[in-house]
């Protein structure tokens, strides 16, 4: 595709918003009166009509002069404005003559261009504004100079740009320099061969900032020499001439290392001196050179220190953040120095943003070592503490969700160094009570299973704090713990003790007397305080009505939690109180020596009387566990069986007592190997090579390149030093995201390449003119459908005969949902004038752009589970028969995480998982799989796929990607 030549396009560098000229644009001939009138105001709304209409195309000869004789003088600093942007998009050449086109197209050479007669009186007009007395109007108009890039405008101005360098205001100083940049870099030593010279005599007695910034960035791209001449003479200073001045050092530090990586012991006391600058942004831009240029550890540590300090000394949490990145990075490779620092960071906890301590976690996590981590295990428990305490307003924000991290951080640190379970194991039994329970008791379940010296302390404080918790789930696995490890003859005793005085009587349904009252007081409570009216007499005799208010009083509960949920309704509760007392009857026999055969009875007998009383519960219960009565009434059934039968106590006494534990561990052992494995796959891999590739060393290149840019072998070295040597995958994986927009046989072809990136959708669409005339007005108008905005459309082409062009739109997505991208080709025919409309295929965006694989705790999904109220039901239609191979089909579909473990060949007939994934936006997106092979089916899959979120989109869009995978297999 030929070069664009027209000078409007490529002169353009602003935007005017286009409702300035509301109603169409006048025509010149009233373009030129208004430039006549004598009010400012006119004369602007007029100017920037015609700015507008040369924008779009128009030539409009006529008003170059008419601007020159009734706007070029002007006082108006607006209109003065608006004549700066007119000088930039107005033809300043004039169009060759035929003569001169065929000339060189035969082959006489390239076209002189021919500056305008009126360009005369334009300079003259520009260099009045360079000596004008104002010093602002000597700079905005040095300011439009670095626009200009014709070079016979800019030669007559020279020595009045020279003269602006020794200006008494610095603000003209610093726009001179500017300009003399533009220039030199776009025309060399043709205009101002001197111009490092000058800048170099500026900057030496330069005492403004900006100015001494603008003079040394000339210097660092068009002299790198005299810079760091410059530099070597003003090192002791560099901290007096300002974060701008700063931030080209370090630029000019980069380069220069990149390319000769023996300058770095020149650059070396600068770049430490840095590191203690006073400005953010200078400390962290040195901590990170530093670090790019040197993996010493000396260097590492300095930039390390220089990023704690800064993550405890901004108040950003953009800020903390984006350092926290950074060292995370620096942890891959030298996580031996930021084992010093851990302590600094873990101070960023007391933030009140729960996701800032997340990442906090997830980098300190790592590099905890034997050697600190009492003092982190310390610090971790104080933060549990402070979430408690009541006082502590600025971690109510965090609340349960904060509590849960450092409950999880500490756990980790348990597993890794068993050495500090003890000491924090009883500290996080306190928490049974609150939202963290359930993660607090899963923790002393694993520490008990782990760590056998510690269960006695951990049992004792679990039979101490039972009374406290009042969640079911809770308390169900504080009962199997009892249950499994209460190992003693004392501690069998105690527990039981603890369990049936909790129990209460054996008869857990109310009775009519009582429920009606316990109905009441909760009515009397659900209604509030009461209002009460009367008539009272004052002191001086008046009558007067009075208003008060009548709390309820109420009433002291004190029944035990374990027996109000058992009274509730809670068969699920019941069974496992059933199986506990069950254990501890069949474990207190083997301790014949220490409990007498009278006790032993008791406990027998108070255990069947309370298993018989959970069953006539259970049938009598409205709740919503009235499904699980046969399940309970079976597994109550097989305990008293156990109790009163021998030969089925024989039989089931080792499955009761032993199995359970022994599957438990099981359990552990199989999330550390997971683990394990994890750990291994996210270690990189060397890059591979073959024995047969050539080596190439830098150091035997030619000396040619001393640009410091990237050569053409350098793109080879990179694949090799990455282990990234195969491009095909990329090229398909680009391909994939090409979609036509028009037929072959339309005036018109087009096809986009979609590009998605986070929050923003990027279209780059090609749009080929297949006609021999050429096309006007060439406008391609989009629209969506979903949450999603354009916010950048395509602008207006003139297309040549069998030309092309490439326009970008940007669309912004604000939630996770599938969505549609449909338009038009809008253009005119300039042969005909016709106009000419072709309707473009819908870009169907798919969810699986915003869905990423993400983790989370049982505990957690089932909390989301439990709270998000959007729920979509797939029913299952495949012809996979396997039902691992079903699973890791939806997997890989969905491209979500499976949170359950599973095996990896099909042995049974039922499976169900729980996948679990993060839209960009932080949406949560919960699935559950729940597959069976039927037998009468002809063995094929069966079941339903749940689908649960908080928005309706991604419920929805999910469900339909599963739908259609479904379909697609079915196809195969």
Not at 152 to 164: G, W
Not at 197 to 210: G, K, N
Not at 403 to 423: K, S, T
Not at 863 to 888: H, P, Q, R
Request: with cysteine; aromatic share 6%.
């Amino acid at each position: 595709m030929a070069a664009i030549n027209n000078s409007n396009e490529s002169y353009c560098t602003f935007t005017l918003a286009s409702d300035v000229t509301a109603g169409g644009l006048p025509s010149e001939q009233e373009i030129c009166k208004d430039l006549e009138n004598n009010d400012p105001q006119v004369k602007r709304h007029a100017l920037k009509a015609a700015i507008m209409a040369m924008l779009g195309g128009e030539a409009l000869p006529k008003i170059l002069m008419q601007v020159i004789r009734y706007c070029i003088n002007t006082q108006d600093k607006p209109l003065k404005k608006l004549c700066m942007l007119y000088w930039e998009v107005v033809p300043k050449y004039q169009e060759p003559t035929s003569e001169e086109l065929l000339a060189a197209h035969s082959g006489g050479g390239s076209i002189q261009r021919k500056l305008l007669p009126e360009m005369i009186l334009v300079c003259n007009a520009l260099m009045n504004d360079l000596n004008h007395p104002n010093e602002y109007v000597r700079g905005s108009m040095l300011r439009f100079l670095c626009k200009v890039k014709d070079e016979e405008i800019i030669s007559p101005l020279v020595a009045s740009i020279k003269a602006c360098l020794e200006h008494r205001h610095p603000y003209v100083r610093k726009n001179a320099a500017l300009a003399i940049f533009h220039i030199h870099k776009l025309f060399g030593e043709n205009v101002i061969p001197d111009a490092p010279e000058l800048i170099q005599s500026l900057l030496i007695a330069e005492t403004d900032m900006a100015a001494r910034r603008n003079a040394f960035l000339m210097l660092f791209n068009q002299n790198e020499d005299l810079a760091i001449e410059y530099l070597a003479n003003n090192i002791d200073d560099i901290s007096k001439f300002g974060d701008g001045f700063a931030l080209l050092v370090l630029e000019l530090t980069r380069r220069v290392c990149r390319r000769d990586p023996h300058q770095k012991s020149r650059f070396v006391r600068v770049l430490l001196e840095m590191l203690s600058s006073n400005s953010a942004a200078v400390s962290y831009e040195a901590s990170w050179t530093l670090v790019s240029l040197s993996s010493a550890p000396t260097a590492v540590r300095a930039a390390a220190v220089t990023y704690t300090n800064l993550l405890n000394s901004q108040n950003d949490n953009n800020v903390k953040m984006i350092v926290l990145e950074r060292l995370e990075e620096l942890k891959k490779n030298h996580c031996k120095i930021l084992q010093e620092l851990l302590m600094d960071v873990l101070r960023v906890l007391s933030s009140p943003n729960p996701d800032l301590c997340k990442k906090v976690l997830d980098v300190a996590m790592d590099i905890v070592t034997v050697k600190n981590v009492t003092e982190v295990v310390n610090t971790l428990k104080r933060e549990v503490s402070k979430t408690n305490s009541d006082d502590a307003n600025e971690n109510e924000a965090k609340g349960a969700v904060y509590r849960g991290m450092l409950i999880r951080a500490i756990h980790g640190c348990a597993v890794r160094f068993p050495q500090v379970a003890e000491n924090v194991v009883l500290v996080l039994m306190d928490f049974l009570s609150t939202e963290s329970g359930m993660q607090v008791i899963i923790f002393a379940r694993a520490i008990v299973e782990q760590y056998p010296p510690l269960r006695a302390s951990v049992l004792s404080k679990l039979l101490h704090g039972l009374d406290s918790i009042s969640n079911t789930s809770v308390m169900c696995v504080c009962l199997w713990i009892l249950g499994e490890y209460s190992d003693t003859a004392e501690v069998i005793e105690e527990t039981f003790g603890d369990i049936t005085t909790l129990l209460g009587e054996a008869s857990f349904i109310l009775k009519n007397e009582e429920k009606q009252a316990k109905e009441k007081a909760a009515a009397e409570a659900a209604a509030g305080p009461k209002l009460v009216t009367k008539n009272v007499v004052l002191s001086d005799g008046t009558y007067a009505t009075q208003t008060s208010y009548t709390e309820v009083k109420k009433v002291d509960d004190d029944t035990p939690h374990l027996r109000k949920m058992l009274v509730s309704g809670d068969v699920f509760l019941g069974t496992i109180i059933s199986s506990c007392l069950t254990k501890l009857c069949l474990r207190a026999e083997e301790f014949s020596d220490k409990i007498s055969a009278l006790t032993l009875k008791d406990m027998t007998m108070k255990t069947l009387l309370y298993m018989c009383a959970i069953v006539k519960m259970a049938e009598s219960s409205v709740s919503a566990q009235k499904s699980s009565l046969a399940d309970c009434s079976e597994r109550v059934t097989l305990c008293c069986r156990v109790l009163l039968d021998p030969k089925v106590k024989e039989l089931l006494k080792p499955t009761l007592l032993e199995k359970g534990k022994a599957t438990f561990g099981e359990f552990l052992k199989n999330l550390k190997d997971k683990e394990f494995s994890e750990e291994s796959k996210s270690e990189s891999e060397a890059p591979t090579v073959q024995p047969d590739d050539l080596i190439h060393f830098r150091q035997l290149r030619s000396t040619a390149i001393t640009n410091g840019e990237l050569d053409l072998d350098d793109g080879s070295d990179l694949a090799r030093a990455t282990g990234y040597v195969d491009g095909g995958s990329l090229l398909s994986d680009e391909l994939s995201h090409v979609y036509q927009l028009s037929g072959f046989a339309d005036p018109v072809y087009a096809e986009a390449f979609v590009t998605v990136h986070d929050y923003d959708i990027s279209l780059e669409i090609l749009i080929i003119n297949r006609t021999p005339n050429t096309l006007s007005n060439l406008t391609v108008e989009l629209s969506t459908m979903g949450d999603m905005k354009i916010v950048e459309r395509p602008q207006t082409q003139n297309l040549a005969p069998l030309d092309q062009i490439t326009v970008k739109a940007s669309i912004k997505v604000s939630s996770t949902e599938s969505g549609h991208i449909f338009g038009t080709i809008v253009y005119e025919d300039t042969s005909t004038q016709e106009k000419g409309y072709i309707n473009l295929n819908d870009i169907h965006m798919d969810i699986m752009d915003y869905i990423r694989p993400a983790t989370c705790s049982d505990e957690m999904f089932r909390s989301m589970w439990a709270e998000f109220e959007w729920e979509n039901k797939v029913a299952i239609s495949t012809s996979i028969e396997g039902l691992v191979e079903f699973l890791d089909h939806i997997i890989t579909s969905t491209n979500m995480r499976c949170l359950t473990p599973h095996e990896t060949t099909d042995k049974g007939s039922f499976l169900a998982a729980n996948l679990y994934a993060q839209s960009v936006f932080g949406e949560d997106a919960l699935v559950n799989v729940s597959v069976e092979k039927k037998d009468d089916n002809d063995g094929k899959l069966a079941g339903y796929i749940r689908i649960r979120s908080k928005t309706q989109g991604i419920a929805l869009s999910l469900g339909d990607r599963i739908t259609s995978v479904q379909r697609g297999s079915l196809t195969q």
